[in-house]
Structure formats: C-alpha cells, structure tokens
C-alpha cells in the first residue's frame, strides 16, 4: 500500500512509537493489514461487497440490475486503495467526525462518477458501523496472522529444528533447580521447545475469524421493515461467507470479539514459550554452551572490549512481554460491551497492530540470535566430566531393578548413593570402584561401568530427531 511510501518520508528519530521509528523494518509487513490506512481499505472493500452483494441478491425490491461493467470499475476501484482515496477519505471525516460515514460518502461519489448514482442508497444499506468494522477488522486480522506472523513463526520453528537436528546427539549436563541432573542433548532441550510451539500454532492456524453483519442490535429490524419477507440471516451469511470469514449468527449491536480472545490468547501463549526459549538461550550462553559469533564492526560494551552481548535474546524478552501486555489487555477488554454496545473496543482494537508489531519484532530477534549461536562442545563435556555423581541415578535404578529380581544386598540403593554423592564431586574412578564393591550381577556392572556422563543421555537423541521429522512433515 502506498501509505507505507508516506511513512518512510517520516524521520525515525521523531516517531514516538518505536515500530515506527527504530524498529520499522521489522514491523512493516503488518502496515498492510493492521495499519488505520489498511482498516479503510478492508472497509471499502466491505462496503463496496455489501452493495454488490444487495444489489445481485434482489432483497431490496425495485431496484434496477447492477451492470457488470459497474460492478468491474467499482470493485477495480475498492482494490486500488491509494494514497488519493486515503486523502479522499480524511477529507470526508473533517466534515462527518466519522470514519465509516466517510467510506460511506466515498463510495457514493465514485459510483455517481460511473454513473450508477441512482443505486447509491444501497451502499450501507441497513448497516450500523459495527457492521463494517468487525468485518474489516477481522479481514485485516486473518490477513496478518496469515500471511505475516504465522509465516514468521514457522521460520522460528525452522530455525530450531536445524539445530536439533545438528545438536541430537550432542549431549550437555542438565540443571534441574540450577543443579547438576541427569544429563540430556542439546538437540533434545530443543526439540522440548519444538514441540510446545507447534501445539500453538496449531491452534492459531485453526483460529475461526468472525462476522456479523446484522444491523444495529442484531436483531435484523431495518431489514425486514425496509424490505420484508426477505431470508435476511440467510443473505448476511452468505456474505459474511463470501468475504472468507465465519458467520456469527447470534450478535448485540457489535459482534462480540470472543474470537479475538480466543486467538490473541493463543498467540500470547506462544509468546511465553518464546520468552522462555530467550531466556534459556540466554542463560546457555552465559555458562558458555553457546558461543556467539560476533557480527564484524559491531560493538558488543561501549567499554569492555571483549563482550558480546547477546542482546538478540534480551530485545525478544522485552518485546515479548510488552506484546503480551497488550495481548492480555485486548483479550480481557473485548469480551465486555455495556449491554449493546460501547466504543472502549474502537479506541482498544487500534492497538492490535502495536502487540503484533511487537510479538514480529521478537520472533525476528530470536530467528537472528540463533543464527549466530556455535555450540561450545568442549564447555559441556568439560562440565559433564565434572559431574559424575549425576550418575548416581543410574545407579540407584540398577540397583532397584536388581533388588526386584531378587538380588541379594541391594536394598536401600538411594540411601547407599545418597551418602556417596550428596554435596561433594565424585570422579569416575571412584564411581566404578563404588559400582565394582556393590555385587551386582556382571551385566550389571559391566554397563553401569561403561557409562559416562557423557553416554547418560537415554534416548534423548532419538527424540530430537523424531520431533524434528514430524515438524518438517508438518511444513
């Protein structure tokens, strides 16, 4: 849209919002969807449906046959939605102090221009505002989940199976509390992550967008005054269908934005698992799992040299938690209207672009962080050679499974390694000279004495391979 030429001519340094100042580039693609520029498009679009739609349904008895030329030049017109139409409309709203009656005059005076003036009483047609904007809003909804932000989150997803899949069997010491645990792969610890956000976007993806379009307390009564007998829900609903969206038969003045709710409470979810995707990747980097390779010519501390911060996880915290902020804010304030109606929606939905901007710019943080990560494999097998009193449960479980079947002095095996282990380092040959004293059966003993830190990692390999599969089937 030509409105995103208008606002590069603005200096970034003078925005007041950072998405349109410093963070521009990132937040753009949803200009086209989100943007007040893009709410006047979807209600031209709707408006200019609305009318073709009456006019070809015949429920407004009298009215003469829209011609196909017409319906070309004004739906041409609807879709060439340019800067001209954006100052035609603010001129309009100088004098209504209305932003849909605008559109509405709008529309009337391009079609005495092709001359189907004697039509223009359809345009609106038994239509109250909300009418027009629940539907243009969810238009622009479905569009910037669907093509801007669920692609952008996918291309997350994708960045994380890569590493799982190069990082499968790349085994790293586990914390569990902040303490040394049972070892895992670093391509499993991923692969966790993998999976918790493809459970959100298949919700998201499953979202239902909403409309009504049903007069002004939705109970239909200009239609059937204006125009009795006529199938009234039936033609709202093949409308609301024909615009690609859902129908909500059951509305007051406004449709009731449970939807939005639902959808925005997906998306926040899945931006907290992204927040603890940012803050584990942070804290791997600080015990130095992860190394960054440092971009040429940056500076990583304006006075400490050596640093590179990794400021690509901490931007994604930030903007994560500010987007759900108004993720949690929208959802809340939407599903209260006073009895038929009130506007606290129209000044609130005015905000959904800024939480998506917002939640854009943090999926696009992480995608760049973790493109610029390198696995410190001699720092995990340092801290796995450290730790192998971790393996204390191995050998606690062999000795239970071995007591089971009837092993003789196998009994109180937690305790036995409790009091080797807890508090202080155990080397691997003190292990195995404690394994050697405890008689268990040479099988046993044989694999608990081949065991490392390193090789304790159960099948966690397979997982990470196996949920990354599903994912790439997935896509």
Request: proline share 3%.
């Amino acid at each position: 849209m030509t409105n995103r030429v208008q606002l590069a001519q603005i200096d970034p340094a003078l925005a007041l919002s950072p998405l349109d100042g410093r963070y521009r580039a990132d937040a753009a693609p949803l200009i086209d969807y989100l943007s007040e520029a893009a709410l006047n498009r979807n209600r031209v679009h709707v408006e200019a449906e609305w009318f073709i739609h009456l006019a070809e349904s015949g429920a407004v008895r009298g009215t003469r046959e829209l011609l196909e030329d017409e319906k070309t030049q004004l739906r041409e017109w609807a879709a060439g939605f340019d800067a001209e139409t954006i100052d035609q409309l603010r001129t309009f709203e100088a004098v209504t102090v209305h932003d849909v009656k605008a559109v509405e005059y709008s529309i009337k005076e391009f079609l005495d221009q092709i001359g189907a003036g004697d039509l223009s009483e359809l345009v609106h047609f038994c239509c109250t505002s909300e009418d027009v904007n629940n539907l243009s809003y969810a238009l622009g909804i479905r569009g910037a989940v669907q093509d801007v932000w669920l692609p952008t989150a996918r291309t997350l997803v994708d960045s994380l199976a890569d590493m799982a899949e190069e990082l499968a069997d790349t085994a790293l010491l586990s914390h569990t509390h902040g303490q040394p645990a049972t070892p895992s792969t670093m391509g499993k610890e991923i692969a966790v992550f993998i999976h918790r956000l493809r459970r959100q976007l298949d919700r998201i993806e499953k979202t239902e967008f909403l409309g009504k379009i049903n007069g002004a307390t939705g109970t239909y009564a200009a239609h059937v005054v204006a125009s009795p007998g006529v199938d009234w829900p039936g033609i709202a609903q093949s409308f609301v269908e024909h615009l690609g969206l859902t129908f909500n038969p059951v509305t007051t003045q406004i449709e009731s934005h449970d939807w939005q709710a639902e959808l925005f409470a997906d998306i926040s979810r899945f931006n907290r698992i992204c927040h603890n995707l940012a803050t584990d990747m942070w804290t791997y980097i600080s015990m130095e799992y992860f190394t960054q390779i440092p971009v040429e010519g940056a500076t990583g501390s304006s006075t400490m040299p050596h640093k590179v911060n990794p400021i690509r996880f901490e931007n994604a915290e930030a903007n994560l938690e500010i987007s759900n902020a108004l993720l949690d804010s929208l959802a809340s304030t939407l599903t209260t209207s006073r009895l038929q109606r009130d506007l606290t929606d129209s000044t609130t939905q005015r905000n959904i672009g800024v939480a998506f901007g917002h939640s854009l710019l943090a999926l696009n943080n992480l995608v760049k962080g973790l493109g610029r990560l390198e696995c410190n494999t001699d720092a995990l097998s340092a801290d796995l050679e450290r730790n192998w009193e971790v393996l204390a449960e191995a050998i606690q479980s062999v000795m239970r499974a071995a007591f089971l079947r009837g092993v003789g002095g196998m009994d109180n095996p937690y305790e036995k390694l409790k009091e080797l282990t807890r508090g202080h380092r155990v080397d691997g040959p003190a292990l195995r000279e404690f394994v050697g004293g405890l008689g268990l059966p040479d099988e046993d003993a044989a694999r608990l004495a081949a065991l490392t830190p390193g090789s304790y990692v159960g099948i966690a390999a397979e997982i990470a391979r196996e949920e990354t599969a599903s994912w790439r089937a997935s896509r």
